[in-house]
């Protein structure tokens, strides 16, 4: 919800443009709902979170709410974006703001649409409660063959969940069977995804051993920062296997 400080008529010209740079200025709730299209995933405490790690400094009313100018505004995108489409840290981040990054990002028409592609991506968050959806949806909107989804359960790719009778999946889950089945037109069977199951168990326990500790506490604001460094360790992790991979392929391809 956008702050507007109401200009009586006849008013001051001098007041009149003191008041005019408080109409702009957004609580941190309406942020939200300014970016949520082109970033699903964004919630208020990743933004308070942001602030916490010195990316953000928003001015305060007297009464301590949170105002942000479209310069903040600008400069959140950024950073989210350095996140979602770099997989930066935000000790990276924090130093490409320093260098004035946020002043030659591009601002996006307020008309466009989420690019489809981060979307997908950054629709599957690590927190958080996930929607779930009956096989017969899944098979419908992925296009994937029954079978392939049955395989995919045999070799423990995806478990899903039975309620009523009925198998239910995530979106987490709705994904991997999407991506699969583009890799079944390459002749790719849920038996030769094991190595990318076995590789991602191996790397989920890494991140949980390392930030074990801060996700068990019991301080709800230790473990909010630790869900949000888990996810930021998430990114960083999947941008190095995609590098390792890129690696390894330019070997091939030489």
Not at 12 to 18: G, H, L
Not at 67 to 86: G, K
Request: charged share 35%; hydrophobic share 40%.
């Amino acid at each position: 919800m956008s702050t507007e400080v109401g200009i009586e008529e006849g008013a001051q010209p001098e007041k009149a443009a003191a008041a005019a740079p408080a109409r702009k200025s957004l609580t941190i709730g309406a942020v939200c709902k300014q970016l949520e299209r082109e970033f699903p995933d964004i919630s208020i405490s990743k933004i308070r979170y942001l602030e916490d790690q010195k990316l953000l400094s928003p001015r305060r009313t007297q009464g301590g709410y949170r105002l942000y100018t479209p310069a903040d505004v600008a400069r959140l995108r950024t950073i989210l974006r350095l996140q979602r489409d770099e997989f930066l840290p935000l000790r990276v981040i924090r130093q490409e703001l320093a260098s004035g990054r946020a002043d030659r990002e591009p601002v996006a028409p307020a008309s466009r649409g989420p690019d489809p592609r981060a979307l997908r991506r950054a629709g599957v968050a690590v927190s958080g409660s996930a929607p779930m959806y009956r096989l017969s949806d899944v098979v419908e909107e992925t296009g994937a063959d029954p079978k392939l989804v049955r395989e995919l359960e045999e070799y423990g790719v995806i478990k899903g969940e039975r309620r009523d009778g009925d198998l239910f999946f995530d979106d987490a889950e709705r994904e991997i069977v999407r991506a699969v089945t583009e890799l079944a037109r390459f002749g790719v069977g849920g038996r030769n995804l094991r190595v990318f199951r076995t590789s991602a168990d191996r790397e989920a326990a890494l991140l949980e051993q390392i930030l074990a500790p801060a996700l068990r506490s019991r301080n709800p604001d230790r473990r909010r920062e630790a869900v949000e460094a888990l996810e930021n360790l998430a990114a960083i992790a999947s941008h190095l296997k995609y590098l390792l991979l890129v690696r390894d392929l330019r070997r091939i391809t030489s």
